[in-house]
């Protein structure tokens, strides 16, 4: 609940509405773990509540440290038995942390681990703002800055995303600035221009991966159903709405859109937009064949970029010693569980 929700129900409890506020304090920016931590709230109504609602809280199944550069992997498991996957990333600038949105994902990304068993289903708003609560509070430190790129097509449960980004962005929970937010998608056209009209804030980055249609789908499904120019289109309007600059993302695998060619064609399709391409060296995946471009091949490709003035940056990896690329730890745990119960059956 927001907090206009949240006063409603508390004064149709019988409750005074000013305890509407404590108690979304509570739960927002003191981060407790349950009703009872709500000192400040008599206990008969603390009672009342816990009859009548559920507190969402995420277990914490695995925490991964990384000796490199002390990224965190968390692996959650949710009240209905589901696991998703955050993670935790120190920069100079801050700390950033990137939650999942949905439990697994339908999108079928050919590279990606995180689609490898379809989807689960959706995360409530509670379980998205709880993985950044629950990291804040095991790390001790403040989360600054937010990525939507953990599993899941966040444009895909787009209501639950909304709540979320207005519920982690309110004054009177973490108040996390909305610049500071950047949601990532595979390019739901009609999405991404509904998102453009939410007044909102966040950056948009967009999943790219190849400069053109037919490259596209070879790798990426949704790539059928919107062409590169529907999306861009989208893009557009974002940028005219918001003034956010844009990213593409763009994961080099070998031999699939790490030609010198493809970096050319890569230039005129963004020439011309305030944007940023995040090259991705993509990490390889058991269950996939896909290979990472040799280091040279990344280098040539981002010089052809910055040859014709497109503001290109490789994406610096973190957390290589703990599986943190996308949807790993997830399946590699859901898949050990999987092997247990076939054992004991
Ligand atoms: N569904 C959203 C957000 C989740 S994926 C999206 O598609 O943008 C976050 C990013 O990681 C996307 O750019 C995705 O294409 C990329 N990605 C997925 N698997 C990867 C891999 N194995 N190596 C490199 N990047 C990968």
């Not at 409603?8 to 739960?27: D, L, N, P, S, V």
């Not at 989360?143 to 009177?172: A, K, Q, W």
């Amino acid at each position: 609940m927001n907090l206009p929700e949240l006063t409603a129900q508390i004064t149709a409890m019988g409750e005074k509405g000013f305890r509407a506020k404590q108690m979304y304090e509570w739960m927002h920016r003191k981060l407790c773990a349950g009703f009872d931590e709500m000192t400040n709230i008599s206990s008969a109504f603390r009672e009342k509540c816990k009859e009548g609602f559920t507190f969402t809280t995420l277990k914490v199944l695995e925490r991964l440290e990384s000796a490199i550069d002390g990224t965190n992997k968390f692996l959650f498991e949710l009240a209905d038995g589901n696991v998703i996957e955050s993670v935790l990333m120190r920069y100079h600038h801050g700390n950033s942390v990137c939650i999942s949105s949905q439990a697994g994902c339908r999108m079928g990304c050919r590279f990606c681990a995180s689609t490898l068993n379809g989807l689960a289903r959706n995360l409530t708003p509670a379980e998205m703002l709880e993985q950044i609560y629950q990291i804040q509070k095991i790390s001790g430190e403040r989360v600054s800055n937010i990525v939507v790129m953990g599993t899941g097509e966040p444009l895909d449960n787009y209501d639950n995303l909304i709540r979320f980004l207005h519920m982690i962005s309110d004054e009177n929970g973490l108040n996390i600035s909305q610049r500071n937010i950047t949601v990532s998608t595979c390019g739901l056209a009609e999405k991404i221009h509904q998102l453009a009209e939410e007044g909102l804030g966040v950056n948009l980055a967009l999943s790219l991966h190849a400069p053109n249609d037919e490259a596209r789908q070879k790798i990426m499904p949704i790539a059928k159903k919107y062409t590169i120019s529907q999306v861009l289109k989208e893009f557009d309007y974002y940028f005219a709405k918001t003034g956010r600059r844009l990213t593409f993302e763009y994961s080099l695998v070998a031999g699939v859109n790490d030609s010198k060619e493809q970096a050319e064609e890569l230039s005129a399709l963004v020439r011309g937009k305030n944007c940023l391409i995040n090259l991705i060296p993509v990490n390889e995946v058991k269950e996939r064949e896909f290979k990472r471009s040799c280091s040279e091949n990344i280098q040539n490709f981002k010089n052809i970029l910055e040859k014709n003035r497109i503001n290109v940056t490789i994406r610096r990896e973190m957390g290589s010693d703990i599986n943190a690329a996308c949807g790993q730890l997830r399946k590699s745990y859901t898949d050990r569980k999987k092997e247990q119960e076939v054992t004991r059956a």
